[in-house]
């Protein structure tokens, strides 16, 4: 199971840290994700890393704003968001990609997700 916290109302330019705590014994062997969807938007993939944190993957519209990490030891995965923008508003997602080593960029191979947690940009 995946438990996603964090989000909230934020002011333009103002930060938040998404958490998502994941139960299981093999978070370790997860590769991990963050999507979101907007509003009559579709879900997105925002960022990714591989089940070692090595390799990260950043969709365009964050690079350079947002970090993502993760802690094997307390199996959670997190989103750092700086500069947060209007435009960043969006119920946002963790998933995981069971038994995959590299940072997974395609929805369809993630396995399991969290609940979503509300991220509201006021400009």
């Known amino acids: 199971q995946l438990q996603a916290s964090g989000g909230g109302l934020v002011q333009a330019g103002g930060s938040l840290r998404l958490s998502c705590a994941a139960s299981?014994?093999?978070?370790?062997?997860?590769?991990m994700g963050w999507f979101r969807q907007a509003p009559g938007k579709e879900r997105e993939l925002v960022s990714a890393?591989?089940?070692?944190?090595?390799?990260?993957y950043y969709a365009d519209s964050v690079k350079g704003r947002f970090t993502i990490s993760r802690n094997n030891v307390k199996n959670t995965v997190y989103l750092q968001m700086n500069t947060l923008k209007p435009e960043d508003t969006a119920v946002y997602y963790c998933?995981?990609?069971?038994?995959?080593?590299?940072?997974?960029?395609?929805?369809?191979?993630?396995?399991?997700w969290g609940q979503g947690t509300l991220v509201t940009v006021s400009s």
């Open positions: 998933a995981a990609a069971s038994n995959v080593r590299q940072a997974v960029l395609i929805e369809r191979e993630y396995d399991y």
């Open positions: 299981g014994r093999t978070f370790s062997r997860y590769a």
């Open positions: 890393i591989s089940w070692s944190g090595v390799s990260t």
